[in-house]
């Protein structure tokens, strides 16, 4: 049974609901409960933990977590994406704050703030290119993350 097909088993249990809600909203409906946690790909681990933290609530002052997520839309179909981007603004709206490092330009349109690096990768690679807004990256001409994040602003 996934997690999908739990939530409309145990529909009306408000208490079972409660604690799978947050795995259905990071995107991990498909997932089969009691399925092991070493057959999970290392997006899918990040997206449990994050539903871990969703599931808590809000936050007391003093108990913010600073979340570094390392490219959690790989593999993800652009639905789930949207979700991932609700449940991560979901966790900002908590108190704690979000670092991302991505490449797709959904992600980096709806960041508060981009530390851009580059120009290239390995050797020629790793050094800022640009820090600011996703809409002041996208009028910066030469550089090859503002020319792909263009053709979503337009």
């Known amino acids: 049974m996934t997690i999908d097909e739990a939530m409309e088993f145990f529909k009306g249990k408000t208490q079972i609901i409660n604690r799978l809600q947050p795995l259905q909203e990071v995107g991990l409906g498909y997932i089969g409960m009691g399925q092991s946690s070493n057959t999970l790909s290392g997006g899918e681990a990040q997206r449990v933990k994050l539903a871990s933290f969703l599931g808590k609530g809000g936050t007391k002052s003093g108990d913010q977590v600073l979340f570094i997520f390392d490219e959690p839309t790989t593999g993800l179909h652009f639905h789930d994406i949207s979700k991932l981007l ?10 704690h704050s979000v670092i991302i490092i991505e490449h797709n330009t959904e992600v980096i349109q709806s960041a508060d703030w981009v530390i851009d690096l580059g120009p290239e990768g390995g050797n020629k690679g790793g050094h800022l290119t640009f820090a600011g807004t996703p809409e002041d990256l996208a009028k910066k001409m030469g550089n090859y993350t503002a020319d792909y994040l263009r053709e979503g602003f337009a």
């Open 86 to 95: 609700h449940s991560i603004n979901a966790l900002i709206d908590q108190g």
